[in-house]
């Protein structure tokens, strides 16, 4: 356990493991906390796409040329976390005619790459789309991985000597005659306190940020922006599909590996960590998914799920779709007189990695530290070599290590190796394990893999009997969250299933999570 790093990031999410892989890479000695997994927050929870920059030209145009720079660096630096779907805005029936023949006007003048295409060209290629479309603009939209992102830039950081502690939470922050030296953190595994010393902090905590800075005696006015998305058991559309509109409910629909996501609502909460879900937020997603893809709200849903913007609010409005998806550098000792403290907030996970590298800049600065930024040209290798993710990849490696008999989760295609490389790289639960592998996430829901991943924890004397039983009973309340407020049509023939398995036969009884 470090006693001091010269830097402390705050985060666990894109823009903190990007932080981490920054410094690192200045020859910065870092160090990330996060009080819970990589990815567990925003950049864990979002619909999976990778901006071109088409969707904020009419409101926000610096932050849609920052996404279309990015686009193209990221499927550079990290390609096997990208794939290379393409993306469509569409104009439905529904939609302003003005602004579709605004759109290409727009593009150009935000730099976002753009052209328009022959609607029975895009219904060729997405039947399924509402045939009433009258526009149709192609541009470089895609869809990320997210916890391959931060499994990503963390393996890179360490090579460097960067260092994460997971599962450790920031109690206080220790501030010294105005300049912030250090900060009090708790493990919640077991609860022990300790401090650890250093010369700055980054605050990349999103959009519990305004939480953080409050520790240091400043006050960063973050707006958590809740939006609802539902995903469902296979691919509807292969390209990212968006209305052309102004961005509004419910607009968009993104393919994500074996799945595709609807999405998404936009209502500001109090709490960063309310991920509750009401019927009208489910309706308004399906409603207006039905413009786009007409019976979409009949077709199998596995799951609902709610993240939270990190929206900097600089000034009052009266809606947050007018705050800005652009980002901010805080540096505190200019702001508000603590130095030490640099806060970066707002932003995308498309432009996570210049968020980190214009946040490294200043502290780099403060600290003497004169290496320049090399995040935008050097790759981060995937352990196997790939390149751009395709849907019909992991089922090649599959076939090629001819290794079927080794699958836990027949859904994700994740193999008992997998599940061990997860464990012995540090995850404690089976939640963890999702978002290393994806085990849980297809149209089970973790009815048969759930069972098979607690055994191997025990075949692997990961966890003893009674480690395993809770461990199942925490991953299938997790999952129970996000299924119950779609529990109608096949998947609640599938969670009856699962009720006659975990219930009946293997007598586990969950609880249901409290929201």
Not at 112 to 123: G, K, M
Not at 157 to 176: F, K
Not at 225 to 245: D, E, P, T, W
Not at 332 to 360: L, P
Request: net charge negative; glycine share 8%; proline share 4%.
């Amino acid at each position: 356990m470090p006693s001091s790093t010269d830097v402390l990031v705050i985060g666990g999410g894109a823009t903190g493991t990007g932080v981490l892989r920054d410094l690192a890479m200045r020859g910065l000695r870092c160090t990330l906390v996060e009080r819970r997994d990589l990815a567990d927050g925003t950049t864990g929870r979002y619909h999976g796409l990778l901006h071109s920059g088409a969707r904020y030209i009419g409101r926000d145009r610096e932050a849609a040329r920052d996404c279309a720079i990015e686009n193209q660096i990221l499927r550079r630096i990290i390609p096997h976390c990208i794939e290379d779907t393409s993306g469509y805005f569409v104009s439905t029936p529904h939609d302003p005619k003005r602004y579709a023949e605004e759109f290409l006007g727009l593009c150009f003048a935000a730099g976002v790459p753009a052209q328009q295409v022959r609607v029975s060209t895009l219904l060729q290629r997405e039947p399924a789309l509402n045939r009433g479309i009258s526009h149709a603009f192609e541009v470089a939209d895609g869809s990320a991985d997210a916890f391959l992102t931060v499994e990503a830039n963390v393996r890179s950081a360490r090579e460097y000597g960067g260092q994460t502690l997971l599962y450790h939470e920031v109690v206080d922050l220790i501030v010294e005659a105005g300049t912030v030296v250090g900060a009090r953190l708790r493990n919640n595994l077991t609860g022990e306190e300790f401090n650890l010393a250093c010369s700055a902090v980054i605050n990349a905590a999103g959009a519990w940020a305004g939480r953080i800075a409050a520790m240091a005696g400043v006050a960063v006015d973050i707006v958590a922006g809740k939006g609802v998305m539902v995903a469902f058991n296979h691919r509807l559309v292969n390209s990212v599909i968006n209305r052309c509109k102004q961005p509004g409910d419910g607009d968009i629909i993104v393919p994500v590996r074996t799945v595709c996501v609807a999405g998404t609502t936009d209502e500001s909460v109090p709490d960063p960590d309310d991920r509750s879900m009401l019927a009208h937020e489910i309706a308004t997603v399906l409603d207006e998914g039905e413009i786009l893809i007409p019976g979409l709200a009949q077709a199998r849903m596995l799951r609902a799920w709610a993240g939270v913007r990190p929206l900097y609010r600089e000034q009052i409005t009266t809606d947050d779709r007018e705050l800005s998806r652009d980002f901010k550098v805080l540096d505190h000792v200019q702001r508000d007189g603590v130095a030490g403290f640099v806060s970066i907030v707002g932003g995308k996970y498309t432009t996570y990695r210049m968020m980190a590298e214009r946040t490294v800049d200043v502290v780099a600065k403060q600290l003497g530290n004169t290496m320049p930024c090399r995040t935008a040209d050097e790759a981060i290798p995937a352990p196997d070599q790939r390149r751009l993710f395709t849907v019909g990849a992991p089922l090649a490696t599959i076939e090629a290590e001819q290794s079927y008999g080794d699958l836990i989760c027949e859904c994700e295609l994740v193999t008992r190796q997998r599940l061990l490389d997860a464990w012995q790289a540090g995850a404690t639960s089976i939640d963890d394990l999702r978002r290393d592998t994806r085990i849980g996430m297809g149209p089970c829901q973790g009815g048969f893999c759930t069972m098979r991943t607690a055994a191997l924890a025990y075949e692997a004397k990961v966890a003893d009997p009674q480690q395993s039983v809770a461990a199942i009973e925490a991953f299938l309340q997790e999952r129970w969250r996000g299924i119950q407020p779609i529990l109608w049509g096949d998947q609640l023939r599938q969670a009856r299933l699962d009720e006659q398995i975990y219930l009946n036969l293997l007598n586990v009884h969950p609880e249901q999570p409290q929201e």
